[in-house]
């Protein structure tokens, strides 16, 4: 059968969208392992479906299935995307609402497309204490000594929905992201395996990123890495509560309110193309039609 699909990106964290109000998607671990393979597949770092809400007070609910088929709560850079998709659309459930109200894994997530085309989201507020990012030590782990990928490293950790674990570097270029990437994020130390961020601090409080994502490996953004990144830099002092965070796929603006404790993340989001595709696949190769 052919399955309709949109693909999108956030500043290159791309995606796969596809519709499924009225008809589920059959196997979507599978799905996303194969579309989202880039040389037999359509390629993206995710696939998202968009869903009817379940709990009350939401219009519309995300799933999010990584490229390794595994399931994840949020998706920064994923919704804003969302929320343009639901705009450029004008789905009923989403149609003349300032804010989307979206049901996540991670809870109601709240965007906002801004004048100039740009999308703010309400991320909620950062948890910050171990078991609740989840990391096996307790209280709050900021600027903490651990042993991960074969060496001492300080660590700050934060969950936005999902787990963050921080490094602060001189020269975040010279890490070797393939390497201490995956092996931090299956480490024991984090039970639910972790998202990683290592950092570079520049003036004005700009931030350099490099992004190791749970179940997608490097990335070219990543948005909840970024509200991470933000609150990690804000609380050891590095910057301010309002950040640049440059990731190598552009910037996203980053603000985590002292007033409500929640974090804003604000940036762009683009549609690439829309096809459909053969599915399921066939064995050595994927049918497109766009």
Request: glycine fraction near 12%; charge should be neutral.
């Amino acid at each position: 059968m052919k399955i309709p699909f949109t693909k999108m990106h956030g500043l290159g964290n791309d995606f796969v969208f596809v519709d499924v109000r009225e008809k589920a998607l059959p196997d979507p671990e599978g799905f996303s392992k194969k579309v989202g393979d880039r040389r037999f597949g359509i390629g993206a770092d995710q696939i998202l479906l968009v869903g009817k809400a379940t709990e009350p007070g939401a219009d519309l609910r995300m799933d999010i299935y990584n490229q390794d088929g595994s399931r994840v709560e949020m998706c920064g850079n994923g919704i804003r995307c969302f929320a343009k998709y639901v705009r450029d659309r004008a789905l009923p459930e989403g149609k003349d609402k300032d804010v989307l109200q979206v049901e996540t894994l991670a809870g109601i997530i709240r965007p906002r497309i801004l004048a100039d085309g740009r999308v703010e989201v309400d991320m909620g507020p950062p948890r910050l204490e171990g078991p609740e990012i989840p990391v096996k030590l307790e209280g709050r782990v900021i600027d903490r000594e651990v042993t991960l990928a074969g060496a001492k490293r300080v660590m700050t950790c934060v969950s936005m929905g999902n787990p963050h674990a921080v490094f602060f570097v001189d020269d975040v270029a010279k890490v070797p992201l393939e390497t201490w990437g995956p092996a931090i994020e299956t480490d024991p130390l984090f039970p639910k395996k972790t998202n990683v961020e290592f950092v570079q601090v520049q003036p004005g409080n700009v931030l350099v990123t490099r992004v190791w994502e749970r179940g997608a490996g490097a990335t070219l953004a990543c948005g909840t890495g970024a509200c991470g990144v933000g609150v990690a830099a804000a609380l050891t002092k590095r910057a301010g509560r309002t950040s640049t965070v440059r990731l190598p796929g552009g910037d996203l603006s980053i603000e985590w309110r002292e007033a409500d404790n929640r974090v804003y993340m604000t940036g762009p989001a683009a549609e690439v193309f829309r096809g459909d595709v053969e599915w399921p696949l066939p064995a050595a190769h994927g049918s497109l039609r766009s």
